[in-house]
């Protein structure tokens, strides 16, 4: 079994990746015998004495809730005394129903969240700390645990560990005139894209505007030697955002990029409604754990490539969790609530009917012990993030507390320049002026 350190959180992260010539045959939701833990993955083994009900929220795709839903089947069979409640939606209005739910003091048990907006929570006293918790957390290395920390406390289990993609359609490429090559630096990407746009006729883009985009945002910061935060700050100034800004716009003015109405319409966690879905764009921005689920929306083959370098510029990639799961502060079932978390990151069964719809399994064994019935999808970001490994650079996943309320001023800022109602100068500096107030006010 080759080994390979991969550093994307700060720490090695220690990726055993199986992708030789034993990763043959059987898709993502094999059914082979566990060779794992038995119903009782670490220390959480002494099933409940009487029968309680568990709900478990996460968003995605139509494969993700089946898949899901069969793995937490698994569940109550092997504790037969725990009866597990899902509730599964779009990404669309997400976050939406969970601060309800939090507000209310009713939120599900478990809970799928991600780095990005888990200060948030932890703040308002909604995340219970997993430290406190009999977990088995052996197999997973120290840099994938320390994605989860607030303040010394770990508030979040990563379900897998992800990086920033394109996918792309290497046909529309084709079809377009364009030779792809590993990678498109900002100025090669911009002129593809409007290529595509050119040669594919109306109603076809090169690329989604992705001006709103905050992880877009961070990378292209990254590539500057900054950061989107630091500390209760943001890690650049207004002439960084304006060339960020003057980019996308320049790209959607020429036709190269979707128009305002577009963008609009569909946020980056709709998958189905993006524009690669139904070919009028080439690329999707994504994460690699979303392969599967937009080759199977998109029902033809996609592959992954890196977001465009900066000329002179460093490397803004970074590997990191892809979603992670939560326990609610609340919740009155702590202890049958570890249990399932420690059986979703744990269970050799689970992980074959789960595949890495949410990434690559943090579980050292577990990643073993699927290699041979990953699907071709999964082998492929397996590939993707073997492959990154040698690119991505240190990442601090800490996000400060605000920085949800933060990437929704961009989303609303942008699109006023996206429908032409505010210059780039006044977006960029109303921007930078809101966010720094919003985060130094936490």
Excluded at 202 to 211: A, I, L, Q, R, V
Excluded at 341 to 346: P, Q, S, V, W
């Amino acid at each position: 079994m080759k080994q390979r350190k991969i550093w994307g959180t700060g720490t090695a992260v220690l990726l055993s990746l199986s992708l030789a010539a034993g990763c043959s045959g059987g898709g993502s939701a094999g059914t082979a015998n566990s060779t794992g833990p038995s119903p009782a993955a670490g220390a959480n083994s002494a099933a409940p004495a009487k029968k309680v009900e568990l709900r478990v929220l996460w968003w995605g795709t139509q494969d993700r809730h089946d898949m899901t839903v069969k793995a937490l089947e698994l569940f109550e069979k092997k504790y037969p005394d725990i009866k597990v409640k899902p509730e599964f939606s779009g990404f669309d209005g997400y976050f939406d129903k969970l601060n309800v739910q939090v507000s209310g003091g009713n939120a599900p048990d478990l809970f799928q969240i991600t780095y990005q907006v888990m200060n948030d929570y932890a703040s308002r006293g909604a995340l219970l700390d997993l430290n406190t918790l009999k977990l088995n957390l052996a197999d997973v290395d120290e840099g994938t645990r320390k994605i989860g920390m607030y303040q010394d406390k770990m508030m979040m289990l990563a379900a897998g560990v992800n990086t920033s993609a394109f996918a792309i359609d290497p046909a529309l490429f084709q079809k377009a005139g364009i030779t792809l090559k590993n990678r498109f630096t900002w100025n090669e990407f911009a002129a593809a894209s409007k290529q595509v746009a050119e040669k594919l006729g109306k109603g076809s883009y090169g690329t989604p505007d992705y001006m709103n985009n905050p992880d877009m945002l961070n990378y292209f910061m990254r590539q500057k030697g900054k950061s989107f935060f630091d500390g209760k700050k943001l890690g650049f100034d207004q002439a960084d955002l304006v060339e960020f800004f003057t980019y996308w716009d320049g790209l959607r003015k020429s036709g190269a990029a979707a128009p305002a109405e577009i963008t609009a319409s569909v946020t980056s966690g709709e998958l189905e409604k993006q524009l690669i879905v139904s070919g009028k764009s080439p690329v999707v921005l994504l994460g690699s754990n979303q392969i599967g689920s937009m080759q199977s929306l998109a029902n033809r083959d996609l592959q992954m490539m890196l977001w465009p370098s900066m000329e002179g510029g460093k490397e803004g990639h970074y590997i990191s969790a892809g979603v992670a799961w939560s326990i609610y502060q609340k919740s009155a079932h702590p202890k049958e609530a570890a249990m399932l978390l420690d059986f979703l990151t744990n269970d050799l069964e689970a992980a074959k009917i789960l595949g890495a719809n949410r990434g690559v399994p943090i579980s050292a064994k577990v990643r073993e012990a699927v290699g041979s019935s990953l699907s071709a999808t999964d082998k492929k970001q397996f590939a993707f993030i073997d492959e990154m490994a040698k690119v991505a650079t240190p990442f601090n996943p800490n996000q400060p507390v605000g920085a949800g309320e933060v990437q929704s001023l961009l989303v609303n800022i942008t699109q006023q320049v996206q429908f032409e109602k505010k210059s780039i100068a006044e977006a960029a500096a109303e921007f930078v002026t809101k966010a720094n107030q919003i985060l130094q006010a936490k």
